[in-house]
């Protein structure tokens, strides 16, 4: 991988052009793209891992974060190639050329979304939520994402320093589990052992394969940072840096807390409980309050999911503005200015998700939905070398990106035919609001008169 020129020109005219000030530098870009991969994920996904691989929870997460960094090696060509671009949407208008196929990648987005957020939603009203209060899972997930409409609706601004905060904190949180454990096995206690011990009868490649499936899912924030591309300092310098930095510090941590888990707990007490990391540091029993860390977990999932819906919502906005969703999508309040169709159609359409409650299925289909728009950005990288650009960009290994797309088909292949059925409901949705859009598109035109 390199970072070159494809013609003549000074190194900073990238940092000169657009209307946006560049202000975000290495460090601020780090933390930004860590704690959008950190994210709530890990926090709820421990025990729902531990049911494919048993205490083996560090394989399929290093598996994931190999197959997160062939992609993130397109991003980081794509980004620094084209630095005002808004992410795989644009990249695939630039490759493609046909508005269907846009469309259908900035969906897939806007789908995953919604499906995490639901996910999230489902992970706040489990065992975290039950330290302070006992509520049914499914209504107190509804309730939570009523909340975070509210909160999205009220205008939310976030700023990089609120991030590097929120990263802090949910840093703190899987820093507690590593260092809780570690006492645990100083003092003799836990079993190491387990850590490199799969389900009975289970073939170590397709176990691992199908704990990678879910571990994606705590990998794939990363495609957020595109979006922010025009606000980077030398971001063919910065950008690869920070991007790979953080996926490999959030893999590393991740690992840890993986053989962390496995050995203060046996994978069938982690696979029933739905705030897996609250009982692994209740089980290393170091003192550490069960309120205190449920509070971190909770700020964390509900960060993620507030983040999560802000972007389905000013997606689905951007997306009505441009004509690929019904125009009503595109109101805004009078006063606060924010897209409050799109925030009630988004959140009504979480809140149905989360009646499948199952974390599972929910975080297998963001990554299905994810994987199709991988699949988009790994293809157009080959597509548009034959694209030059005046400035040095970062340049991957061609390899690369074919091993990404089919990292991405392998990863597609092992998903239940449950998953691509909600996938699949979701994108026919989306392909009759397109339909819908452009016949409205069409009959306002008509009734136009012509100059």
């Known amino acids: 991988m390199s970072t070159e020129s494809t013609a ?106 919604i499906t995490s957020a639901a996910g999230l939603a489902l992970a706040f009203a489990g065992d975290y939520l039950a330290t302070f209060v006992d509520v049914p899972a499914i209504p107190a997930a509804v309730a939570f994402l009523a909340l975070v409409a509210c909160l999205n609706a009220r205008g939310i601004s976030e700023s990089l320093k609120s991030n590097v905060v929120m990263t802090a904190l949910e840093l703190t949180g899987l820093l507690i589990v590593i260092i809780a454990v570690s006492i645990m096995v100083g003092g003799g206690r836990g079993d190491t052992g387990r850590a490199v011990q799969l389900p009975d009868g289970a073939t170590p490649a397709l176990a691992i394969l199908a704990g990678a499936i879910v571990a994606y899912y705590s990998f794939v924030g990363f495609e957020t940072s595109a979006n922010v591309a025009e606000e980077i300092r030398h971001p063919s310098k910065v950008y690869p840096a920070a991007l790979f930095g953080a ?101 009504v359409v979480a809140m149905l998700l989360t009646l499948i409650g199952d974390l599972s299925t929910l975080a297998e289909t963001v990554v299905l939905l994810l994987l199709i728009v991988f699949i988009s950005t790994n293809v157009a990288v080959l597509v548009l070398r034959r694209d030059t650009v005046e400035h040095p960009h970062f340049r991957v290994w061609t390899a690369v990106p074919v091993l990404g797309v089919a990292s991405c088909v392998l990863l597609l292949s092992q998903q239940t035919a449950k998953v691509w059925l909600f996938a699949a409901i979701l994108l026919a949705i989306g392909v009759v609001l397109y339909f819908s859009a452009r016949a409205a598109t069409r009959r306002t035109a008509a009734k136009s008169p012509t100059p």
């Open 8 to 113: 003549p020109a000074h190194t900073d005219d990238v940092d000169t052009e657009g209307k946006l000030k560049r202000k975000i530098t290495g460090p601020l870009l780090f933390m930004f793209i860590l704690g959008d991969v950190l994210g709530a994920g890990i926090y709820a996904l421990m025990g729902v891992l531990s049911q494919d691989v048993g205490g083996m929870l560090w394989a399929p997460l290093l598996a994931a974060l190999l197959l997160a960094l062939l992609t993130a090696g397109s991003y980081a060509e794509l980004v620094t190639k084209y630095p005002k671009a808004g992410g795989a949407a644009v990249f695939a208008e630039r490759a493609y050329r046909r508005p269907v196929v846009s469309f259908l990648v900035g969906f897939c987005m806007l789908a995953a979304g």
């Open 247 to 347: 996926l490999i510090t959030a893999g590393v941590l991740y690992a840890l807390v993986g053989i962390a888990s496995a050995t203060a707990l046996p994978a069938s007490e982690l696979s029933q409980s739905s705030g897996p990391l609250l009982a692994v540091v209740a089980a290393a029993g170091v003192g550490v309050p069960n309120w205190l860390f449920s509070a971190i977990a909770l700020v964390a999932v509900a960060n993620g999911a507030l983040l999560t819906m802000i972007m389905s919502s000013r997606l689905a906005y951007g997306m009505a503005e441009h004509g690929l969703l019904p125009g009503v999508l595109s109101k805004v309040l009078p006063q606060r200015r924010t897209p409050w169709v799109a925030i009630v159609a988004t959140t």
